[in-house]
């Protein structure tokens, strides 16, 4: 969790800052008071810990009684979890928990919408690096919840040789046997290919991964059947609900969506405080 309380720690601190004066000036007192969370519309749920943890950070006293898990599908007027604390705590932990559970049950959601449109193909629906800085950690579980698979985490983990790679090492073929001669035998290398001549590069390259990046779907069947068995294959780009099935059904091994994390919808989440 060493991670994600720092994630939290540093969301409290940008909204806190040098203290609540609402919360300061309307309780004269200690208080204590109950609180739910409550979904506003029917989602994927995640980042229950997460909302755990924001308010654990801020008093450790405060009793936290989830009523749903990760994964679990909501309805409207569905309470989430029930929270029971010092009332100046409640408060201040209001928004940032918010803020990122509704993210997170927004991914999962939205995740588990482009899953089920591909059900049956075979295909595996998988993020990218298109995440908001600092939330990549929690963006990319979200993305499991709902059903998705995770890229690479970052430029560290894994190799993903793009245009300008290619255009900075002089040639695709010349930039997969620097990058051959670099990593560890553990990791794959992909390429990014926008044409068939592209392809045929990459696989005599020994590409572990081929991306095919904006192609057209008639372009994409054939470079499946070209590499067949050789590379896994990965469609890229101009990829919605509307178009992934098809892309599905061209037979490729994994189809990336950014939209899943990058301009994705918050889910619509509410707390309400109440008497204890």
């Known amino acids: 969790m060493n991670g994600i309380d720092k994630i939290i720690e540093n969301a409290l601190a940008e909204d806190i800052h040098t203290g609540d004066i609402t919360t300061l000036s309307v309780l004269k007192q200690p208080r204590r008071m109950r609180a739910r969370l409550i979904a506003k ?11 755990e943890r924001v308010f654990a950070q801020l008093d450790a006293s405060i009793r936290f009684q ?5 994964g679990d599908r909501l309805q409207k007027g569905d309470v989430l979890a029930r929270l029971e604390g010092d009332a100046a705590a409640l408060l201040q932990g209001e928004r940032v928990c918010l803020n990122l559970l509704q993210r997170m049950c927004g991914i999962a959601t939205q995740t588990a919408a482009f899953v089920k449109e591909i059900e049956g193909t075979g295909a595996r629906l998988v993020d990218t690096r298109k995440t908001t800085p600092g939330l990549r950690v929690l963006e990319k579980y979200a993305v499991r919840v709902g059903g998705g698979t995770n890229h690479r985490t970052g430029l560290y983990d894994g190799v993903l040789i793009k245009e300008n ?6 040639g695709l073929i010349e930039a997969v046997r620097r990058a051959r001669d670099y990593i560890p035998h553990t990791l794959k290398i992909e390429v990014e290919t926008e044409t068939m001549e592209q392809v045929a590069l990459a696989l005599e390259a020994r590409a572990d991964i081929i991306m095919f990046d904006n192609m057209s779907l008639p372009e994409m069947t054939e470079a499946v059947i070209l590499i067949g068995d050789r590379a896994l294959t990965e469609a890229s780009g101009g990829v919605n609900m509307q178009t992934i099935k098809a892309i599905a059904q061209s037979g490729v091994n994994l189809i990336s969506v950014g939209a ?3 301009s994705v919808r918050a889910a619509d989440i509410s707390m309400l405080m109440e008497e204890s």
């Not at 989830?66 to 990760?70: G, M, R, S, Y």
């Not at 790679?165 to 002089?170: D, L, N, P």
Request: zero cysteines.
């Open 66 to 70: 989830a009523e749903f898990a990760d």
């Open 260 to 262: 899943l994390t990058h």
């Open 165 to 170: 790679h290619i255009a900075a090492a002089g």
């Open 41 to 51: 519309e029917p989602m994927v749920l995640a980042g229950m810990a997460v909302a």
